[in-house]
């Protein structure tokens, strides 16, 4: 547990918070007018580990060497010189702060980071973060790396959850949600509409998925994972040899085949670690996380029991619930998402995932994305 304090004067900005990996789609844009929620769950917070933020250099710019020891191994049209390290919290979590007027400029409906941090301590004036609720864009307090610090909690317990106590709260991420537009200054009736996480994980997982197939086509499980995945496989990596076989496995999940050759996995939510199967094999397989909600969802979906409830029953009764409601239309992962978890992996610089690379909105046109 941390507390964030104010660099110019160790002020508290927070109460205690527990650190947790930055989800997958922190810094997604999403739709256009579209009103998302919080980002981070309350108590919680996230480090980003890149470099975000003005100012931005275009690729044209950097040499070789320099994109190289900056993490990226194919081109993008931007690279921030920005200070790496920036946190995230929910906006409800921050304390002793304050708005500053003059900053507080926004793109559409609401505040961004344009205008550079928005908000500072209240004890020293030190603009310290970035206030962050425009549409399209994950609500979130983001506190500018070097203006703030981060103090340990004495006492707390620090440890990561085992995975099995991850596997018994049985909550997954799921594939569909409702999401409000804005419209004229006004919030329009919520639709059922694709999970902008899940659009955002798989996005990030279709880049290792690639990597891991090696050139060869990559199948995965029939069912939800095929509907998010399949289309936009078989676009990118034409049919040819035989495919390369992708299996859902984790904590209490059925042993994956002994002839999968890639695993879907879990990572951790609180240190980001990929599960692995125990053994010299399941240290030498090739696995590619996910998100743990959006894992959880494809090896064990929920029902959406929205009727009011009390008490159990018995598991071999029927239960006559609504449907999990459907999105109406095709599911697209996130290509910006993708671009840049590509770029940044070093079998990018192979001919065949630069191809892709250097023309995705072709993709887009055909729908892939």
Same mark, same amino acid.
């Given at each position: 547990?941390?507390?964030?304090?104010?660099?110019?004067?160790?002020?508290?900005?927070?109460?205690?918070?527990?650190?947790?990996?930055?989800?997958?789609?922190?810094?997604?844009?999403?739709?256009?007018?579209?009103?998302?929620?919080?980002?981070?769950?309350?108590?919680?917070?996230?480090?980003?580990?890149?470099?975000?933020?003005?100012?931005?250099?275009?690729?044209?710019?950097?040499?070789?060497?320099?994109?190289?020891?900056?993490?990226?191994?194919?081109?993008?049209?931007?690279?921030?010189?920005?200070?790496?390290?920036?946190?995230?919290?929910?906006?409800?979590?921050?304390?002793?702060?304050?708005?500053?007027?003059?900053?507080?400029?926004?793109?559409?409906?609401?505040?961004?980071?344009?205008?550079?941090?928005?908000?500072?301590?209240?004890?020293?004036?030190?603009?310290?973060?970035?206030?962050?609720?425009?549409?399209?864009l994950w609500q979130a307090v983001w506190f500018a790396p070097d203006a703030v610090r981060r103090h340990p909690v004495d006492g707390?317990?620090?440890?990561? $959850?085992?995975? @099995?106590? #991850?596997?018994?709260? +049985?909550? %997954?991420? &799921?594939?569909?949600?409702?999401? *409000?537009?804005?419209?004229?200054?006004?919030?329009?009736?919520?639709?059922?509409?694709?999970?902008?996480?899940?659009?955002?994980?798989?996005? $990030?997982?279709? @880049?290792? #998925?690639?990597?891991? +197939?090696? %050139?060869? &086509?990559?199948?995965?499980?029939? *069912?939800l994972a095929a509907e998010v995945f399949q289309r936009t496989l078989d676009a990118l990596v034409p049919p040819g040899p035989p495919?390369?076989?992708?299996?859902?496995?984790?904590?209490?999940?059925?042993?994956?085949?002994?002839?999968?050759?890639?695993?879907?996995?879990?990572?951790?939510?609180?240190?980001?670690?990929?599960?692995?199967?125990?053994?010299?094999?399941?240290?030498?397989?090739?696995?590619?996380?996910?998100?743990?909600?959006?894992?959880?969802?494809?090896?064990?979906?929920?029902?959406?029991?929205?009727?009011?409830?009390?008490?159990?029953?018995?598991?071999?009764?029927?239960?006559?619930?609504?449907?999990?409601?459907?999105?109406?239309?095709?599911?697209?992962?996130?290509?910006?998402?993708?671009?840049?978890?590509?770029?940044?992996?070093?079998?990018?610089?192979?001919?065949?995932?630069?191809?892709?690379?250097?023309?995705?909105?072709?993709?887009?046109r055909e729908g892939a994305f």
């Amino acid at each position: 547990m941390f507390v964030i304090v104010c660099a110019g004067c160790d002020a508290p900005l927070t109460d205690a918070l527990a650190e947790v990996v930055l989800p997958a789609h922190a810094r997604q844009a999403y739709g256009n007018g579209v009103q998302l929620p919080v980002l981070m769950e309350p108590g919680t917070f996230a480090v980003d580990p890149e470099p975000w933020g003005r100012p931005w250099r275009p690729w044209e710019e950097l040499g070789p060497g320099e994109a190289a020891a900056r993490g990226f191994h194919a081109p993008v049209p931007y690279v921030s010189d920005g200070v790496p390290g920036a946190i995230v919290i929910a906006p409800g979590d921050a304390r002793g702060t304050r708005l500053i007027p003059e900053r507080a400029g926004g793109y559409c409906c609401g505040l961004d980071w344009g205008d550079g941090p928005n908000m500072a301590c209240v004890d020293c004036g030190l603009p310290v973060a970035s206030r962050i609720d425009d549409c399209s864009l994950w609500q979130a307090v983001w506190f500018a790396p070097d203006a703030v610090r981060r103090h340990p909690v004495d006492g707390a317990d620090t440890a990561p $959850r085992p995975w @099995a106590a #991850l596997t018994a709260l +049985g909550s %997954g991420t &799921p594939p569909v949600e409702a999401i *409000g537009r804005w419209s004229m200054g006004m919030v329009e009736q919520p639709q059922w509409r694709w999970s902008p996480r899940w659009e955002a994980a798989v996005g $990030r997982a279709l @880049a290792h #998925l690639l990597v891991s +197939g090696r %050139g060869r &086509p990559v199948q995965v499980p029939e *069912g939800l994972a095929a509907e998010v995945f399949q289309r936009t496989l078989d676009a990118l990596v034409p049919p040819g040899p035989p495919a390369v076989r992708a299996v859902l496995a984790g904590p209490g999940a059925p042993a994956p085949d002994a002839d999968a050759d890639v695993l879907l996995v879990p990572a951790h939510p609180e240190t980001g670690e990929a599960w692995r199967p125990e053994g010299p094999a399941g240290a030498a397989a090739r696995v590619v996380p996910l998100p743990f909600g959006v894992w959880r969802w494809l090896v064990a979906p929920e029902r959406d029991a929205r009727l009011p409830q009390s008490g159990g029953m018995p598991r071999e009764v029927l239960r006559d619930e609504p449907a999990l409601p459907r999105a109406h239309c095709r599911f697209r992962p996130d290509l910006h998402v993708f671009q840049h978890t590509l770029a940044r992996l070093p079998a990018a610089r192979a001919p065949w995932l630069r191809a892709i690379l250097d023309d995705p909105w072709r993709y887009r046109r055909e729908g892939a994305f």
